[in-house]
C-alpha cells in the first residue's frame, strides 16, 4: 500500500464535498499492473448505492481527463461498514437508540459498557444498560462499536 498525492487526496475531497459526502479515506494498493484506489465515504444519513455510484463516475472522469493514473486502474467506492468504529459526531448522531459496545478509559481505570445510545453531544454520550444509565466523556473512549442484532 502506499501513500496518493495530497494533490490528488484535495480533488477527491473537494469532490465528495461538491456532493455533501464525507470523505473518510482513501487508500492505494498495486495489483500486479493495476493499481487500486479505494475511497471510503459516508453521509449524515448514511451512504447510499446510487450515491457512491454518483462519485465513482465524477472522480473516474476526472482522472481520465487529468491522466492522474498511468495505466490501468480500479476506483472502488464505499461505505465504511458497520464493523467500523465510531469516530465521528455524525456517527452518533446517526445511531441514537441502537446499542453500541464502548471501550473507555478513566484516571487509569480500563471501563466497558454495553448499552443503547440514548444521548450524545460534544463532550459525553450517555449509554442505557443493564445497570442504568452512564455518561461516558468522549475524550476517554477507547473505541466504541455499534453492536448490531443478528
Known sequence: MRGID????????SVCAEDAV????????RMGRTNLIKVTVDTEAGITLGQCQ???KKLSDIFYRKNIWQGNYQLEIS??????P?????????N????LEVTYEISGIPGYE????IAYDEKILRLRGKEGE??????HIKRSNLKLQW
Open 96 to 99: 441514537l437508540g441502537r446499542e
Open 114 to 117: 454495553r448499552g443503547e445510545l
Open 79 to 84: 461505505s465504511p461498514g458497520v464493523e467500523k
Open 6 to 13: 495530497p494533490e490528488i487526496v484535495y480533488l477527491i475531497k
Open 54 to 56: 454518483d462519485l465513482s
Open 22 to 29: 464525507i470523505f473518510c479515506k482513501v487508500v492505494q494498493q
Open 134 to 139: 452512564i455518561d461516558i466523556p468522549l475524550d
Open 86 to 94: 465510531l469516530e465521528f459526531p455524525y456517527e452518533y448522531r446517526r
